[in-house]
């Protein structure tokens, strides 16, 4: 059972009370306690670290397969030319960019305990990035 003065947090308004009250008074949200937010930080960052990860070995399989000195052997072969390989490995470093982020914003969930709002700002700025060039890419392809 959590200690009745455990902080608690609204993470949209960002109001603190230490009662037991489970809901923001001012706009009606959860409230999380530090420990809480800090789980969630574990769970960013393993995520985010992940993607950053898969992203990474993603990029040395695909120029592997993009460079022909190492593809001797292959049966599949890159026929692209320079701009399609820009196009691919900005898209797999965007993606590595936005797992770094929520690798820092994971970190800083669980040092502190409570978001950063400014970082949650570029994550979910990145995100809109991302699927606004997904659907230009579509249309333009």
Known sequence: MENLTT???CYKCDYETRTATETCPN?????????QIRMLGWLL???????????ALLTVAVAG?????????????FTGGPEA???IFSIFGFVMLFGLTSVFAGIWQ???GRRNKHLTAIILTLAVVFIV?????????
């Open 65 to 77: 397969i993009m460079v022909p000195p190492f593809n001797r052997h292959a049966s599949t072969r």
């Open 110 to 112: 669980i040092r502190y």
């Open 85 to 87: 390989a820009l196009l």
């Open 27 to 35: 706009c009606g949200h959860r409230l999380r306690t530090a420990q």
């Open 133 to 141: 060039l997904g659907v230009l890419v579509q249309i333009l392809l």
């Open 45 to 55: 960052t393993a995520i985010g670290g992940g993607l950053t990860v898969c992203m």
């Open 7 to 9: 902080t608690r947090i």
